[in-house]
């Protein structure tokens, strides 16, 4: 089968599978799974050797902003029987399944809520061994994608009864939007267009800076001027120390990039902040650099975390699935 063939069978079989789904969600059990891990279901005949090591080396390919290296997910592989045998396994969040069969088309199938919700289940079917690296290299984007928009369902969902509405009102009073958080984050700071809130543990903190401002033009969603702006915002994050406040770390590349983010336009920037003054306090932050409904204004939402000596990975999924909880309260269902 002819290269140009088989690309468009996937990119075919991509497009009809995204739109299997299931018409009544709320019929569906709960998905199971840890923060960012993956059940990957494939036999030992092909889950081994140089081939699991390339599979392990693509999941395993490190975070972008963070201060320190974490594998983008946690893998968990699973014979093919024991996956369909096991109410556990097949209720997994992400699942990413392989099978080799020299009779196979080569394409890939996505399936979102086959057994569970949110579930995402990309089903690699194809026709040797050697096809799998390259094959998941081709989609880790948008296997990267379908994973963290199950996250931010799964992560909202878990607030489900626990919101911190007064919090809620509050912000929407002062922005017009709301974005949803538990009962264990409080509000430090509010002034007209801009908010500091945050959750403390004895091990780590996740904050949010909120802040909204005239959209002037394009260059406004430009990396230089998004961090420039953001520092601006964390001026008002004071520091342990007297006249000690927030920054971006620019002594460190930041990565910036367009997203999908409810539907609107929207400039992604993950970086690292830091303490200046006295103190040596830091971590990674990501921010949404929005252009608003009204075409006029820029809502900027900051979620950063300080966790000295902890992984940061699965705080900081947490902190990106709160600020993907923003709506305005018109268009709310």
């Not at 969600?25 to 494939?42: D, F, H, I, N």
């Not at 199950?150 to 974005?179: D, P, S, V, W």
């Amino acid at each position: 089968m002819k290269r140009n063939t088989i690309i468009s069978l996937i990119a075919a079989a991509l497009l009809m599978s995204a739109c299997i789904g299931n018409s009544d969600p709320y019929k569906k059990r709960g998905s199971s799974g840890k923060t960012l891990e993956v059940l990957l279901v494939a036999d030992q005949v092909v889950y081994s050797g140089l081939v699991k090591d390339s599979i392990l080396a693509i999941l395993h390919e490190p975070i972008q902003g963070l201060n320190q290296p974490e594998q983008a997910y946690d893998v968990v592989n699973v014979p093919t029987s024991s996956f369909y045998n096991s109410d556990i396994f097949i209720s997994h969040r992400n699942v990413i399944m392989i099978f080799v069969n020299d009779t196979n088309p080569n394409i890939v199938n996505m399936t979102h809520d086959r057994w569970a919700q949110p579930q995402i289940i990309f089903e690699f079917h194809l026709s040797h061994r050697d096809s799998v690296a390259p094959f998941l290299r081709r989609y880790i984007s948008t296997i990267d994608k379908e994973i963290k928009k199950c996250e931010h369902t799964r992560i909202k969902r878990a607030f489900t009864g626990i919101e911190n509405y007064e919090l809620m009102q509050k912000l929407r009073n002062n922005f017009g939007f709301e974005i949803t958080v538990s009962n264990e984050y409080y509000l430090c700071q509010m002034t007209p267009g801009f908010a500091w809130l945050r959750k403390e543990t004895p091990d780590m903190s996740i904050g949010f800076i909120i802040r909204t401002l005239p959209y002037k033009k394009t260059s406004d969603f430009e990396q230089a001027v998004i961090l420039d702006n953001l520092d601006s915002s964390m001026k008002n994050i004071p520091g342990p120390v007297d006249s000690s406040y927030m920054s971006t770390e620019r002594r460190v590349e930041s990565a910036t990039q367009r997203v999908e983010f409810n539907d609107l336009y929207c400039v992604e920037t993950r970086g690292l902040w830091r303490l200046q003054g006295k103190g040596f306090l830091g971590g990674p932050f990501v921010n949404y650099t929005i252009l608003a409904p009204d075409g006029e204004n820029l809502i900027m939402l900051t979620g950063y975390v300080m966790a000295p000596g902890k992984d940061k990975r699965d705080y900081m999924m947490q902190a990106e699935s709160i600020c993907y909880t923003l709506y305005f309260p018109e268009n709310k269902q």
